[in-house]
């Protein structure tokens, strides 16, 4: 069974920056990995995602060129640099693995086979 742990949130300043890490057990070097995003009252979103190598990734516009997303499969954990933060991106945010980049991307309920429990990023003004 595999577990995703996520760790690295925390409260920052407008243009800071912050690194989350998902600690993943049971075997997730064959999965696509993604992060997501979910703030009160609204569906959770897609933030980035890295196919199984680590050769292949995907944003959504909103993060494209401030996030990165990388993972270190001997160590089994995933990582989501986040730069230039800003208030809009506070949110609880959520490691996950499943079968592609792209069904992450649009959230396919097919393509996402477990989810951590998530970890609050919080982004003052």
């Known amino acids: 069974q595999v577990q995703l742990v996520e760790s690295g949130g925390g409260l920052v300043q407008a243009g800071g920056s912050l690194r989350l890490s998902c600690a993943a057990s049971?075997?997730?070097?064959?999965?696509?990995m993604g992060w997501f995003r979910q703030t009160p009252g609204k569906e959770r979103e897609f933030v980035a995602a890295v196919n199984w190598s680590g050769g292949s990734t995907y944003y959504a516009d909103s993060v494209k060129g401030r996030f990165t997303i990388s993972r270190d499969n001997a160590k089994n954990t995933v990582y989501l640099q986040m730069n230039s933060l800003k208030p809009e991106d506070t949110a609880v945010y959520y490691c996950?693995?499943?079968?592609?980049?792209?069904?992450?991307?649009?959230?396919?309920?097919?393509?996402?086979?477990?989810w951590g429990k998530g970890t609050l990023v919080t982004v003052s003004s």
């Open positions: 996950a693995a499943g079968y592609t980049v792209q069904a992450m991307g649009v959230m396919d309920p097919y393509g996402i086979y477990y």
């Open positions: 049971g075997g997730t070097s064959s999965y696509a």
